[in-house]
């Protein structure tokens, strides 16, 4: 395209860099298709399952809920004598995992935590 210059002009005068030989004259050879996901970092990596476990390992898990509406609403699990106490350890789970991710209980996982509660009840 620029016969080894590196240089390629139009009719008006202007140049700029020749694209097929990057301005070095020779051009470049075409290995195919470049994988450009196996060039990344380390730091753009995910971090592997064995330093996932070791993190872990070192945050204990919570098993009671922090906030005074958790407080009240694990009482009321742990007091409803209608569901069984695999259910009753699941639903306190439950508030404590929304603690962690929302920091405390909203009025609606509360209303909906409660209507729970009430179909597992009588009748």
Excluded: W
Aim: glycine letters at 12%; one cysteine or more; proline letters at 4%.
């Amino acid at each position: 395209m620029c016969g080894g210059d590196g240089r390629i002009g139009n009719a008006f005068g202007a140049t700029k860099t020749c694209p097929g030989c990057g301005g070095s004259g020779r051009r470049h050879e075409d290995y195919g298709h470049r994988d450009v996901t196996k060039t990344k970092t380390s730091q753009g990596r995910a971090p592997t399952v064995a330093k996932k476990m070791d993190k872990e390992a070192e945050a204990p898990k919570r098993t009671s809920p922090l906030t005074l509406e958790g407080l009240k609403l694990a009482e009321e699990v742990k007091s409803c004598a209608s569901i069984s106490a695999d259910t009753k350890v699941r639903l306190v789970r439950e508030i404590v995992d929304y603690e962690v991710s929302h920091g405390s209980c909203t009025h609606t996982f509360t209303k909906k935590l409660r209507k729970q509660l009430r179909a597992a009840g009588p009748g």
